[in-house]
C-alpha cells in the first residue's frame, strides 16, 4: 500500500476503530489510541526525493553519464533523510553531490559567461515558513546552493548577489576556490564555439532537488551555472523565488531547469504549484503549466515536483531531461521522454 500523508494515516486508523464498533469489537480507550496511533506510524508515506540534471538535448555519448550523476544525487539526499536530516539537508546535499560533478553546468563544470568566466546562481527554500535564501552571479566558491542556504538561515534576506555575496561568503569562512578549479574543457569548448547567449538545449545541466519527508514537511534547491556566453551580471531563473524553485508546506515542492528568461516569464515554479493548490495531480500540474508556457511564450523547460503527500513527477517538454528519485525503497530514474527505469535502492548499479 502506498504511504499515506500523516493526517491521512491517522483517519485510516480512526476508520478502523470505527469499523471495529461496528462488527460489536469493542476496544478500550487505550487499545483505541494504540490502533490509531500504530496506523499513524505504519501507513505514514516515507520520505521521498526527486533530482534533476537539466532540461535540453543530450548527447548519445554524454547519456550515462548524466544518468550516473542524477542516480549518486538522489541516493545521497535520501541516505541525509534516513539519517534523520531534514528536507532541507537532503536537498542541500543532492545539489552539492551534484555541484561537484563536473559533468553538470553547476559549481564545477559551469559553463562560462562572455567574458570566459563562471558566475553562478543558486537557490533553496524550506516550505514549513517560506524561508528562502539564494545568490546569483557569484564566483569561487565550490557549492553556491551552500551559500544560498546560509542567505536564509544567517541573513535577513532573500538573495545576495556578486561582490556582496563574495564578502558574505568571506565572513562565513566558505573556502575560496581558483576560478580556473571551475572550468572544465567541455565548458571553454562550450564558449568558444558560441559568439552569443545560445538557447536552452545549449545550456544543458542545471541541477536540482526538492523533497517531503514523512511529515509532509518540503523543501527544494537549484543551482546553476546559467546560459553559455551570458553576459557580464546576468541573473536566471534559478535564484528568482517562484521561478527556479519554489516549497510550500500547504502544496509541495519544485526545481525547474531550461531558458531562464523564459522560466522568468511565467513564474514557472509557482504556476506549478497553482495547479497543486486547484487540485491537480503533480504530473497533471507540471504538464499544464509546461503547455501553459509552450502556448503562451513557445518555450520548452523541464521541472521535478513533488507534493505534501509524497506523489512526484519529472515532466519536460524538452527532448531530455536527467532525474532520479527514491520513494519506498526504490531508485526511479530517466532521461528521455517515457523512459523510466525502477530499482531496489539495495541493488543499484551505479
Ligand atoms: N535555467 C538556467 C538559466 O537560464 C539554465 C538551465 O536550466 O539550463 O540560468
Known sequence: MPGKSPITAFKLGFIFVLYCHTKGVLLSGFSQVLVIAACGCLLRMKPVIVVQGGAGRIMPERKKAYLLGVKQAALSGSKKLQQGGSVVDAVEEAVVVMENDPIFNAGCGSVLNEHGEVEMDAIIMDGKYLETGAVSAVRNIANPVKLARLVMEKTG????????????????????????????????????????????????????????????????????????????GRVGDTPCIGSGGYADNFSGAVSTTGNGETIMKVTLARLVLFHIEQGKSPREAAETALKYMLDRIQSKAGLIVVNNSGDYAAVFTTDHMSWAAVKDDQLHYGLSQGELHTCSISDVPL
Not at 192 to 218: F, I, R
Not at 221 to 227: E, H, L, M, N
Request: contains cysteine; hydrophobic residues 40%; proline residues 4%.
Open 157 to 232: 534576506h532573500v538573495l545576495l548577489t556578486d561582490r556582496g555575496a563574495s564578502q558574505f561568503a568571506k565572513a562565513m569562512n566558505i573556502p575560496e576556490v581558483p576560478g580556473e578549479s571551475l572550468i572544465t574543457e567541455k565548458a571553454i569548448l562550450r564558449w568558444k564555439k558560441n559568439k552569443k547567449p545560445v538557447d536552452c538545449e545549449q545550456a544543458l545541466g542545471t541541477v536540482g532537488a526538492v523533497a517531503v519527508d514523512s511529515e509532509g514537511n518540503v523543501a527544494c534547491a537549484t543551482s546553476s551555472g546559467g546560459k553559455t556566453n551570458k553576459m557580464l
